[in-house]
């Protein structure tokens, strides 16, 4: 029987499965690289990698999670990787990073080299790469209307980051079309959650699960 093939969901907490509200994860199979996997079946392998907070390549002062320095490693822990997905941009909207939306597409495009620079794919190739724009964030209110002695002030940390946030599309597009690799844009397919603004409902995750899959079989018709 043959391997099945490799696909690697590279993300933050949207991809690690956070649920607006409760603080916890969804349960793998709620989690849209579960979708993937359930979509797609034996023939491919899907590898989790979603960490919460996890930016393109900008250094956050509060965090240590570059996802430029976490590519390497993960991509060889996982290898052969068929496949990358690289679904990022929404921590690097932080007022803090200071960061236009040209530039965070041009973060996530780092990323898209680093892949297509690297020997992690079959027979020491470079793997093929998905870039995924995010879904414009909605309304950051409910953060402290949730605890306002633990987020007081959220709103604060994401200056303009909805206004950015809606031009991703647009970007990413851009930065995959340069390179040469496939696009999809989450916000046809999720809206952020009203609870807090960031993070996805079960539904979107169903959704962006499915798109996932049917992209990904696009590219090995």
Not at 16 to 38: D, I, K, L
Not at 58 to 72: I, K, M, Q
Request: some cysteine; aromatic content about 8%.
């Amino acid at each position: 029987m043959d391997e099945p093939r490799t696909l690697l969901c590279f993300g933050d907490s949207n991809t690690w499965g956070f649920e607006p509200g409760s603080m916890t994860r969804y349960p793998r199979h709620v989690r849209w690289p579960g979708v993937t996997q359930a979509a797609l079946g034996d023939a491919w392998h899907v590898v989790e990698a979603g960490l919460n907070g996890r930016t393109t390549v900008f250094e956050d002062p509060l965090d240590d999670l570059a996802g430029v320095r976490h590519l390497g490693p993960v991509l060889s822990s996982a290898a052969p990787v068929d496949v990358a997905v690289i679904a990022l941009g929404t921590n690097d909207l932080k007022t803090r990073l200071g960061a236009s939306a040209y530039e965070i597409a041009e973060g996530a495009g780092l990323l898209v080299d680093r892949v297509l620079a690297s020997d992690a794919g079959p027979a020491e190739g470079a793997p093929a790469v998905l870039l995924v724009a995010p879904p414009p964030i909605g309304d950051l209110s409910g953060w402290a209307r949730r605890d306002l002695a633990a987020y007081e002030g959220f709103e604060e940390a994401w200056h303009e980051a909805r206004e950015r946030s809606l031009r991703f599309a647009s970007q990413y597009a851009r930065v995959a079309r340069v390179r040469g690799v496939p696009f999809l844009d989450a916000g046809e397919h999720v809206t952020s959650s009203d609870v807090d603004g960031i993070h996805w409902a079960a539904e979107g995750h169903a959704a962006l699960g499915l798109a996932v899959a049917e992209a990904v079989q696009a590219m090995f018709r």
